[in-house]
């Protein structure tokens, strides 16, 4: 069975600070996307990524993909209370068949 | 960017019957949709993969005669909790791709009392 796991599982924070969310497997994934989800919603696809050491930038978010297409991190800089929820990575292991396992989740909490 | 719709949002039902839940892409055709369970403060657990004109295809453990999966046209499959007991109650999530990106429903949280 494959596995995700993400550190930290909870994270509380002051606004303006940064941090980093880590999702560790010992699967190879074809690509690997992260999630936010707010309660009582769905999942909203922050970014998607294929390539081995690609780095993907989206405005205060850093998302980067191990050179063995294993595992993934999430960086926020200046965390906002916008910011709050649940982020979740997935992974597929099958190129082309978009079945993607999530990760535990990391629940994060940024205080004003 | 493509909208998957589910329905209900929400249902309440007695134990033992049985409960429907819709995910409908509204802009684009789906050969594949996937259903998923969440269960408060715990991450996304893949159930099934819905396939378009054939039957599901379940993960290890989840029981295929409790959890019926339909997917008779490229715009909707279908998710069936029969026989649902308390520790059903949970918050049931659907997905469709278009192209290489996932579109998720807005989920179906069901209390089963």
């Known amino acids: 069975t494959q596995l995700l796991e993400q550190s930290p599982q909870f994270l509380s924070i002051q606004e303006g600070e940064n941090l980093t969310v880590y999702c560790n497997s010992s699967s190879v994934f074809s690509s690997l996307q992260w999630y936010r989800q707010e309660p009582g919603e769905g999942p909203v696809l922050l970014v998607t990524?294929?390539?081995?050491?690609e780095v993907k930038k989206l405005k205060r978010l850093t998302f980067q993909f191990g050179d063995a297409r294993k595992d993934s991190s999430l960086h926020i800089t200046a965390a906002q209370p916008g910011d709050t929820g649940l982020y979740l990575c997935?992974?597929?292991?099958?190129?082309?068949?978009?079945?993607?396992?999530f990760g535990t989740g990391t629940r994060l909490k940024v205080l004003a | 960017g493509a909208v998957v719709s589910q329905h209900p949002s929400w249902v309440i039902c007695k134990s033992g019957t049985s409960v429907k839940i819709e995910c409908r892409s509204l802009?684009?055709?789906?050969?594949?949709m996937f259903w998923y369970r969440q269960f408060p403060k715990q991450s996304l657990m893949l159930m099934a993969t819905s396939n378009e004109g054939s039957k599901a295809t379940y993960e290890q453990g989840v029981e295929k005669d409790k959890f019926l999966i339909n997917h008779a046209s490229l715009t909707l499959s279908t998710l069936t909790v029969t026989s649902a007991h308390p520790e059903d109650s949970s918050f049931y999530i659907c997905s469709a791709t278009e192209h290489t990106e996932a579109f998720f429903g807005q989920g179906t949280r069901l209390t089963v009392v």
């Open positions: 990524v294929v390539t081995g050491g």
């Open positions: 997935a992974g597929s292991t099958l190129s082309g068949t978009y079945k993607y396992i």
């Open positions: 802009d684009f055709q789906a050969t594949t």
